[in-house]
């Protein structure tokens, strides 16, 4: 470069959504939401909570781009950070060392932040279990990283494969985590309405003793099928 970039770059002004349409989505299986998406949506799958009795999430993104082995990016996001956002950090997967540890779990509960996603790997994971926030990563290292920037926080990131902009709506269970652009959010919830319904009448069919759906079993029986033995 020919001149060095500012430390940090920072989008203050960020549109969340509407808390009673988050509301809506507490307790929704990531799976279900998937489904309301046209089955994507979900992050890298090795992106799993550190502590699986602490999964459960849904709030606005707060988007920040430490790079690797950086966190200086996710500090200032914390304390940016508004009650309920969820701070995803495009670490850009890299496993050399981690970007988050207990004392910035325990900083960002403290910012009353829902919880904080994690391309990238984890430390301190008792402190982290400790903290009680729930935390989501690739995995887990007592490597350290540094805080030197230059970062990015508010602006679009690709976090586990997938852009994520800041108000943008992130959901976490134990499968993992799924982002909802916030212009998609009233469609997905329309569509959740219907995913909902057909999952119970499916489920109330198996069961009383389902072992094929009706749709597979005529299939077999059709012209479309070869047999060949």
Same mark, same amino acid.
């Given at each position: ?6 430390? !940090?770059?920072?989008?203050?002004? =960020?549109?969340?959504?509407?808390p009673a ?12 939401l998937v489904?309301?998406?046209? %089955?994507?949506?979900?992050? $890298?799958?090795? =992106? ?23 966190? /200086?990016?996710?500090? *200032?996001?914390?304390?940016? #950070?508004?009650? %309920? ?21 325990a900083m ?5 932040? @829902? #919880? ?10 008792? %402190? ?20 030197? +920037? ?10 586990? +494969? ?12 134990? $499968? %993992? ?16 309405? @219907? ?6 009448? !499916? ?11 009706? @749709?597979?079993? *005529? /299939? ?10």
């Amino acid at each position: 470069m020919i001149e060095e970039p500012p430390l !940090l770059t920072i989008r203050r002004r =960020i549109s969340r959504p509407d808390p009673a349409k988050l509301a809506a989505l507490t307790g929704v299986q990531t799976g279900n939401l998937v489904d309301a998406m046209d %089955g994507r949506g979900a992050l $890298d799958y090795a =992106i799993k909570p550190v502590d699986p009795k602490r999964a459960a999430f849904v709030g606005p993104a707060l988007t920040c781009e430490p790079g690797p082995s950086d966190n /200086l990016a996710i500090l *200032a996001a914390i304390a940016l #950070a508004e009650p %309920g956002d969820v701070i995803v950090a495009a670490g850009d997967g890299f496993t050399g060392t981690a970007i988050v540890g207990d004392n910035m779990a325990a900083m960002a509960r403290n910012r009353k932040v @829902a #919880a904080i996603v994690a391309d990238g790997l984890v430390r301190d994971s008792a %402190g982290v279990v400790g903290v009680g926030l729930p935390m989501f990563a690739r995995g887990i290292t007592p490597n350290s990283c540094v805080k030197s +920037g230059p970062g990015r926080i508010g602006l679009p990131v690709v976090a586990g +494969g997938v852009s994520v902009e800041a108000g943008d709506i992130v959901v976490g269970d134990l $499968d %993992g985590v799924v982002v909802i652009p916030r212009a998609q959010l009233d469609a997905v919830l329309d569509r959740l309405a @219907a995913v909902r319904r057909a999952e119970a009448a !499916l489920q109330e069919k198996i069961a009383k003793g389902l072992d094929c759906p009706e @749709a597979v079993r *005529a /299939l077999l029986s059709s012209d479309r099928v070869r047999y060949v033995d």
